[in-house]
């Protein structure tokens, strides 16, 4: 498969943005010639919530969190992770 449309131009990201929401990369790239990259630096990014727990949980996660040196937020992002990852519902 061969590229068959040029890429055009983008004036921001937002136009961009648009343009790729709306067309097919397909189009415009050749898949058959990608290469796969690694992006080591790369973080996800995160988003803030708030969570409420009774305070007899919230003090188990914190003395099971001293207890591997690692800070509860951490622990519960942690287990969290591990239970999707599992497939569990939480």
């Known amino acids: ?3 068959t449309k ?3 131009k ?14 097919d990369s397909v189009d415009y790239l ?3 010639l990608a290469e796969s990259v690694s992006l080591p630096k790369l ?11 009774p305070e007899s949980l919230l003090d188990s996660i ?3 969190a001293n207890k ?7 622990l519960i992002k942690v287990w969290l992770s ?6 569990r519902q939480i």
């Not at 983008?10 to 067309?23: D, H, L, M, P, V």
């Not at 973080?43 to 727990?53: C, M, V």
């Not at 591997?68 to 951490?74: G, L």
């Not at 591990?82 to 497939?87: A, F, I, L, P, T």
Request: glycine residues 2%.
């Open 1 to 3: 498969m061969s590229k």
């Open 6 to 8: 040029k890429t055009p």
């Open 10 to 23: 983008f004036k921001s990201e937002a136009e961009e943005r648009t343009f790729w929401e709306k067309n």
């Open 30 to 32: 050749d898949w058959e």
């Open 43 to 53: 973080k996800p990014s995160t988003k803030t919530i708030s969570l409420r727990l």
């Open 62 to 64: 914190k003395i099971e």
């Open 68 to 74: 591997r040196d690692m800070p509860y937020q951490s």
């Open 82 to 87: 591990d239970d999707v990852k599992q497939g």
